[in-house]
């Protein structure tokens, strides 16, 4: 638990920073996995600010996002590849082709198989380093949304009323939001050798108490990283608040 989450974000920023600068080391590449939404913004500007001011390169960084809404251009402005565009891979030197976002621009029959190609390519990457994900008011991680299984995969999923409710100001309105999204699943992001969900703020913190102190369900998907040795809560005071 930090203070805030600023500091909270540039702990988590330097800790993707020490796996990418490792590898370089090594000579090899770091697979990261990672979100969109508010809670990761002040972690990517704190990866630019390492790129701007202390060359820190993403030369050797190859990345898998957990999602995208389906159907979404990529050109439009709510999709996550202009977020994170926007927010991360504009401002820092990893080469085009290594960044892997769902495609929410395939017709509905070619979806079985891009999930299972994205999930071959993380796979033959030797598996993603560390992921990092935010918590939905659902409990939803990446969009496994109430009900997702714990070995699901990368999946076309249908979202909750309560995500498309509070994805609603985004896209000026809840009827604009999408009914679906391209997920990766509990299984695949079980798979990473370190987890690091991360929370702000009081509108968090009754689903952060179910998550990390309630039994674990398919009600509130995040749960299941109870199972895992490998995942970390990185909470500031507010979203921590009801824990005991
Ligand atoms: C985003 C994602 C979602 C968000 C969650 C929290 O890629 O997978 O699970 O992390 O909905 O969103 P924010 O951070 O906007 O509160």
Same mark, same amino acid.
């Given at each position: 638990v930090f203070e805030n989450s600023k500091t909270a974000s540039v702990h988590v920023a330097h800790r993707i920073a020490e796996i =990418?600068?490792?590898?370089? +080391? !090594?000579k090899t590449f770091a697979v990261l996995g990672l979100a969109t939404g508010v809670t %990761?913004? +002040?972690v990517y500007a704190e990866l630019v600010r390492l790129h701007r001011e202390e060359r820190l390169s993403f030369? $050797?960084?190859i990345?898998?996002?957990l999602d995208e809404y389906y159907p979404m251009q990529s050109s439009s402005a709510q999709s996550y590849v202009t977020f994170m565009n926007e927010n991360l891979f504009n401002? #820092? @030197? #990893? %080469?085009?082709? $290594?960044?892997h976002i769902p495609n929410g621009t395939i017709a509905m029959s070619g979806i079985p198989s891009f999930c299972l190609e994205y999930e071959k390519k993380i796979e033959s990457l030797g598996g993603l380093d560390i992921q990092i994900l935010g918590i939905g008011r659902t409990g939803h991680i990446g969009f496994n949304e109430p009900g997702s299984a714990p070995n699901s995969g990368t999946r076309l999923v249908t979202l909750d009323d309560l995500t498309r409710r509070d994805a609603a100001h985004d896209f000026g309105g809840k009827a604009f939001v999408p009914t679906k999204a391209i997920t990766m699943g509990i299984g695949t992001i079980f798979k990473a050798r !370190? #987890? #690091?969900l991360m929370a702000w703020s009081r509108k968090k913190a009754t689903v952060i108490k179910k998550a990390v102190e309630g @039994? =674990?369900?398919?009600e509130v998907p995040a749960t299941y990283l109870q199972l895992s040795n490998n995942v970390e809560f990185i909470l500031d005071e507010a979203a921590a608040a009801e824990l005991t």
């Open positions: =990418i600068r490792k590898k370089q +080391a !090594e %990761p913004i +002040a030369k $050797n960084v990345t898998f996002n401002h #820092i @030197d #990893i %080469p085009k082709g $290594n960044i !370190e #987890i #690091i @039994d =674990i369900s398919g």
